[in-house]
């Protein structure tokens, strides 16, 4: 979620800059020929699309990815877990 929030913080600077006007934006105008997806499930689709392609260029290892994500979403779970038994408290 964070790291969403940087991603929209990060093009919303390049926006105001006019640095993404020849970049498509995450919701295009094309014609929409299926079902409007939510922005969780684009954001997925396009960071899967991204880990792949990364990793067949040999840029990032897509195993050693996703064990170090799970990793960092645990510990973020036990974060936020720990947070709100310290607020019930």
Request: charged share 35%; hydrophobic share 30%; glycine share 4%.
């Amino acid at each position: 979620m964070l790291n969403y929030i940087y991603i929209h913080m990060q093009s919303n600077r390049r926006h105001k800059r006019g640095e993404d006007t020849d970049m498509e934006g995450p919701r295009s105008s094309k014609k929409i020929t299926g079902k409007e997806l939510t922005s969780l499930e684009e954001i997925s689709a396009r960071l899967t699309t991204l880990i792949e392609m990364l990793d067949e260029k040999g840029i990032i290892n897509k195993k050693e990815y996703y064990r170090n994500s799970v990793m960092r979403l645990h510990e973020i779970s036990k974060a936020v877990s720990f947070d709100q038994i310290d607020e019930e408290i």
